[in-house]
């Protein structure tokens, strides 16, 4: 993988490889940089490196350069409350924070790329490590689960989305990066575009709000490597067409359930536009197969394919209605002792997804999950880790929350209801639970009832909470 | 046909589930209550009532309150007589 991206360097060293807002920086500058700092983070430990920041120029150098270091890099998006984030540190054994973002801990060292040069005189630790990087997923006990992904998982992936058709035969594009280094959709467009010398354009956080600057940056992208949600806020917006935006060739979806209305919309507006729906957990490293979507689907089909079988990244086998994957893709368990799905079978590493799909014609289907795992906003929620932090305030006596769907059953929002003390405010509730997980997380409403509706069976009634 | 009497409050209710879109003076951007899902439901549900507001024109703090909502409808409706 840094072979591949060596070679992009030597090939195009002036050409850009990471645009955001205003700043960019080139192959060459990017490449240099890293070694740079990779050769510091040698010697300051060898232990994974938290990366806390967003999508600056800083944070990819740091991605890089740990990857050229031999250090697990692990992305934590700046919405993560501290508490979470000391968490993440335990469970990974970290000894450095990469950020920019000012905060500090004790025990830690916490620095920028630049404060690294204290130990420019210290001797270089000897690091032996085969993982590239982890990620941290909501767990249904409170606590996140770190991921942690191979350089080979990562090296059949790369392997993989490079030949993916129509991705494989485009030279010197635009690619678009709208999710931020922390949720595992960036690991399609970083290093899909890095690794083939495209140019990566990053949609900055503040700008996800400022629709006109999206519509400007949109105007310059070949490829765009989105959530079906961005998509949906682009097409309010009717000036976005074929005509106004002829570079715009191809769009990769991942994430959430990608709804027909959604690609029927586009394809009025973009006759000619590629549309790539793919599916995978974070656990076998972002993606494992990929489709397609043709118009023949549409007239067909109310669910829509998210690969076929001659082009999966992993062996994919549908287990008492269950996606399991084996091989190549999987990883090797999670951190610390959680089991989960993960399994070993005949040598292989497997992982039973809790997809509920099917493969019929030769084409992957996913329609749900087995348990209480949602997908809001292209994240991996667990309802009972909100749950979780919900029981952890004062005041609060009993919760629940549950997901809305809209009629294609996709989440529309997640709602809580809570029994509480007479004192207790669900404001008051807000602003705690944001302090113990992501906002994304959060609840959009939190609403306080007398007491929680039971069934005959004795828990608690689903269906008549979603009636009150 | 265009419905002119277009209960924001109401929408927004039904979109948001929570009462708290009644409460006057709230900040539907900051209270997380129009976030992006809540967004594009308003949008297609004014589109439905034929009221075809673009976001690109749209000052953002405009969505903030019913009353802005309610004046960028009142506006699309007196340009669009």
């Not at chain 1, 070949?222 to 998509?231: E, K, L, M, Q, S």
């Not at chain 1, 809305?404 to 989440?411: G, H, P």
């Not at chain 2, 899902?37 to 405009?62: C, K, V, W």
């Amino acid at each position: 993988m840094l072979n591949r991206i060596k070679r992009v360097v030597e090939l195009n060293p002036n050409k850009i490889a990471y645009k955001v807002k205003n700043n960019y920086i080139t192959y060459k500058e990017l490449w240099d940089s890293s070694n740079h700092y990779a050769e510091l983070l040698k010697k300051q430990g060898s232990s994974p490196v938290i990366i806390y920041g967003h999508k600056s120029i800083n944070v990819v150098i740091s991605i890089l350069a740990c990857l050229l270091a031999n250090r697990p890099y692990v992305p934590v998006g700046l919405c993560t409350p501290s508490y979470r984030l000391k968490k993440i540190i335990t469970i990974t054994k970290s000894s450095l924070v990469l950020t920019d973002s000012g905060i500090s801990f004790a025990n830690i060292d916490v620095c920028n790329l630049e404060g690294l040069e204290k130990y420019r005189e210290c001797s270089k630790k000897i690091i032996h490590n085969d993982i590239a990087y982890m990620i941290f997923t909501s767990g249904s006990t409170g606590v996140p689960k770190g991921v942690p992904i191979s350089k080979a998982n990562l090296h059949n992936f790369i392997d993989w989305i490079s030949k993916l058709k129509p991705l494989c035969s485009y030279k010197d594009v635009y690619v678009l990066n709208q999710a931020s280094f922390s949720f595992d959709l960036s690991v399609a467009d970083f290093y899909y575009s890095l690794c083939n010398g495209h140019t990566l354009v990053a949609l900055d956080s503040d700008l996800q709000e400022d629709y006109n600057e999206i519509f400007e940056l949109l105007s310059v992208i070949d490829v765009a490597v989105v959530t079906p949600t961005f998509i949906k806020l682009c097409l309010l917006n009717s000036e976005f067409n074929e005509k106004k935006y002829p570079k715009f060739k191809c769009v990769y979806f991942c994430g959430e359930q990608l709804e027909v209305k959604t690609v029927q919309k586009l394809y009025e507006v973009f006759p000619h536009l590629n549309i790539i729906n793919a599916y995978g957990p974070t656990e076998a490293t972002s993606a494992v197969s990929g489709i397609l979507i043709t118009r023949d689907m549409l007239k067909d089909f109310q669910l829509l394919p998210v690969g076929e079988v001659n082009n999966f990244a992993t062996d994919i086998e549908i287990i008492n209605d269950e996606i399991v994957l084996k091989g190549k893709s999987v990883f090797r368990g999670y951190l610390g002792n959680y089991l989960g799905g993960y399994y070993r079978e005949n040598g292989l590493d497997c992982y039973k997804t809790g997809d509920i799909g099917y493969i019929q014609d030769g084409k992957l289907y996913c329609k749900g999950r087995k348990d209480s795992q949602i997908k809001y906003k292209g994240y991996r929620i667990e309802l009972n880790d909100i749950e979780y932090h919900l029981n952890l305030i004062h005041g609060v006596r009993e919760c629940v929350v549950v997901a809305k769907y809209n009629e294609n059953f996709v989440v529309k929002m997640i709602k809580a209801f809570v029994v509480v003390d007479d004192d207790c405010h669900v404001d008051t509730i807000r602003k705690e639970l944001e302090k113990y997980i992501p906002k994304y997380m959060v609840p959009k409403t939190i609403k306080k009832v007398d007491k929680l509706p039971i069934n005959q069976n004795g828990k608690i009634d689903r269906k008549a909470l979603n009636e009150l | 046909m265009i419905d002119t009497k277009i209960d924001i409050s109401k929408l927004l209710y039904e979109l948001c589930e929570d009462s708290a879109v009644y409460e006057k003076g709230i900040d539907l951007i900051d209270s997380g209550l129009l976030d992006s899902y809540a967004f594009i439901e308003l949008f297609s549900r004014l589109e439905d009532y034929g009221i075809n507001l673009q976001p690109t024109r749209i000052d953002r703090n405009q969505l903030r309150t019913v009353e802005g909502i309610e004046k960028l409808i009142h506006d699309y409706l007196k340009e669009n007589k």
